[in-house]
Each structure stands twice: as C-alpha cells, then as structure tokens.
C-alpha cells in the first residue's frame, strides 16, 4: 500500500525558506513519481481537485514538472535511506500559502495514486 505522511509546514516571512518533507512508506522511490500539490485559503477539503500540482518529479527517469510560479524557487530532493522526499522552498511568498501534499502520482496524468495524506499548512506573511 502507497502511503505518505507531510510535515514541516509552518509560518515563514516573505523571502524566508523552509523545506517540507514527504514520509514515503510501502515502496521504493525509484520507478515512482512524487508530487507536491498545494490547496489555497478558503479552498475545500474535497476530492482534491481544488489542489494544483506545484512540483512533481518522476524518479524513473527524473523528469520534473513545475508550475511556472515556483521555477527557480521550489526544488524536490530526497533521501533514499530515510524513504523520504523533500520539498526546498525558497524566496517565499504570500501566493505560496496554503496546505501542501504529496502525493505518489501517475506523471503524465498528475492524478495520485496514493491516498491523500492530512497535508501540512504553509503560511507565508509578516
């Protein structure tokens, strides 16, 4: 069973970092593909079509996928050892705000294919 707990989620100013992480159990990293998807302020708690895809990245072949507001800014990395994958937030905004998740995904259709976790809440203000 594909199954993945979000943490690190917190309040940062403007500019500020932080790194989410992504805790993987029930299978390997390599031949998966992993998304991070964001579900803003006042959007429902629902099927999870109200989250858009931020960062994906397949691990087969390392193809990633970006939404344009983050290139530059946003990276995905991991640590096989701890079956874990990170989110590197970077140069922060208030636009960034919101509850992310990971998912596994099927990368050329950005659907999930593990359950949705409980997600972890970002906050980005002064």
């Known amino acids: 069973q594909l199954q993945v707990v979000e943490s690190g989620g917190d309040l940062v100013e403007p500019g500020g970092s932080l790194t989410l992480s992504c805790t993987t159990s029930?299978?390997?990293?390599?031949?998966?593909?992993i998304g991070w998807f964001r579900q803003g302020p006042g959007d429902h708690q629902g099927s999870g079509l109200e989250?858009?895809?931020?960062?994906?990245?397949?691990?087969?072949?390392?193809?990633?996928f970006y939404q344009s507001s983050v290139k530059g800014r946003f990276y995905i990395t991991r640590d096989n050892t701890k079956n874990t994958v990170y989110l590197q937030m970077n140069l922060l905004q208030p636009e960034d705000t919101g509850l992310y998740f990971c998912?596994?995904?099927?990368?050329?259709?950005?659907?999930?294919?593990?359950?949705w976790g409980q997600g972890t809440q970002v906050t980005v203000s002064s």
């Open positions: 029930g299978f390997a990293l390599d031949g998966y593909a």
């Open positions: 998912a596994v995904i099927n990368m050329a259709t950005m659907s999930p294919e593990s359950s």
């Open positions: 989250r858009e895809a931020v960062l994906c990245i397949s691990f087969e072949d390392n193809s990633p």
